[in-house]
């Protein structure tokens, strides 16, 4: 008897086996979580639960936690939440950033924007310079590659300036590469991935080179003329960012015996 194919009709035909390995020794920490909604796209992408909530609402926060329970929330500003206090010294897998987007939105229309809204993913590089995520995601509206400075009317209102669109998101990417990331990004439509919406948004991520490159975290690639380690950045520039994980770890191999007989002050 011929066998009959299942053909999926449903959602879950758009999920695919997860694309980025997050075991569960590694922390995955939704910041601005909201109800859940992304938390959701997060489990089902990953096939395992989102570790550590943060949004400011409590009525979010109430919401987020019937929708998972066994999710770790954080009901206070993102930007009171110390990285390395809430992840406890345990490696992130995985920090997903949704910022407000109805400052950078068209559908905002011409009404004045406000700086500190617009300024929240800066909180990103927090989390970068602390806690090193491995995977960085941040989600929001198209126009957020439009991020510029301000500038203030008569009456004190402050709009976007027309003339240096995209100046502040070119220096958040250039931040997040000095930290040691790979950034990307791409517009994605909803439609596309089965929901019943055109709505298009961005998304932007960012992989910490340094490790996903298969260096551990003790090995030091060179020292500086005073004998002091290079900083990660700096080796992941002289190895180039096309060093594969085996290159890495023969490089670990052949010379970790010279690194054991440095002195004791330059090895630590």
């Not at 990103?124 to 126009?143: C, F, G, H, S, Y």
């Not at 995209?166 to 439509?189: C, D, I, M, P, Q």
């Not at 190895?239 to 994980?245: A, D, H, I, K």
Request: with cysteine; net charge positive.
């Amino acid at each position: 008897m011929a066998k009959v194919r299942r053909i999926e009709t449903g959602p879950s035909r758009f999920r695919k086996s997860p694309q980025i390995e997050i075991n569960f020794g590694e922390l995955v920490v939704d910041n601005f979580a909201g109800g859940g909604g992304a938390s959701t796209g997060i489990e089902a992408a990953l096939g395992r639960p989102v570790d550590i909530a943060i949004n400011h609402d409590p009525e979010a926060v109430a919401l987020h936690t019937v929708n998972h329970p066994g999710t770790r929330h954080f009901c206070e500003s993102v930007w009171d939440v110390d990285p390395r206090v809430v992840c406890g010294g345990r490696p992130v897998g995985l920090a997903w950033f949704s910022p407000d987007c109805k400052h950078f939105s068209k559908a905002k229309g011409g009404k004045p924007v406000n700086k500190t809204i617009r300024g929240l993913a800066w909180v990103v590089l927090r989390w970068a310079a602390t806690v090193r995520p491995r995977v960085i995601m941040l989600e929001n509206v198209e126009e957020f590659v439009t991020w510029g400075p301000l500038v203030r009317d008569e009456d004190g209102n402050c709009y976007p300036c027309p003339r240096r669109k995209g100046r502040t998101f070119r220096s958040f990417v250039n931040a997040l590469r000095r930290h040691g990331y790979a950034v990307a990004w791409k517009e994605l439509r909803a439609c596309d991935y089965g929901a019943p919406t055109s709505r298009k948004r961005l998304f932007l991520v960012a992989r910490e080179l340094y490790r996903a490159q298969g260096f551990p975290e003790s090995y030091i690639i060179d020292r500086d003329g005073t004998g002091r380690p290079i900083t990660k950045t700096q080796q992941v520039a002289k190895c180039g960012n096309s060093v594969c994980p085996p290159i890495a770890e023969a490089l670990v191999r052949v010379n970790m015996a010279s690194a054991e007989r440095l002195p004791v002050e330059m090895a630590n």
